[in-house]
């Protein structure tokens, strides 16, 4: 079992920063991949972006050049820096983890961003 914490969320105006913090606790050796997805009101849940046990890193259209995504010396800490932010990042923001075919998913984080 996976167990994760999301932190950081909060509101910003317009071409503010921000970063995300997600903990991660359990079998975190077992953990394969890590992102971040977002949910807007009304809206799907969509992916944000995404890094490997071996440091790959993917992108959303929509954020590539603005946030980056990385871990920690400890495996099981990962970071999402948002700059340059827009109102149309606002939603609440859900750290992921795959261990094998099990997925997992954090508590959620709010971010407002107001114009």
């Known amino acids: 079992q996976v167990q994760l914490v999301d932190s950081g969320g909060g509101l910003v105006q317009a071409g503010g920063s921000l970063r995300l913090s997600c903990a991660a606790s359990g079998s975190i050796f077992s953990i394969n991949v890590m992102g971040w997805y977002r949910q807007a009101p009304g809206k799907r849940r969509d992916l944000v972006a995404t890094i490997t046990s071996d440091g790959t890193t993917n992108y959303a259209d929509s954020v590539k050049g603005r946030f980056t995504i990385s871990r920690g010396n400890a495996k099981n800490t990962v970071y999402l820096q948002m700059n340059s932010l827009n109102p149309e990042d606002t939603a609440v923001y859900y750290c992921?983890?795959?261990?094998?075919?099990?997925?997992?998913w954090g508590q959620g984080t709010q971010v407002t961003v107001s114009s």
């Open positions: 992921n983890a795959v261990a094998g075919k099990f997925g997992f």
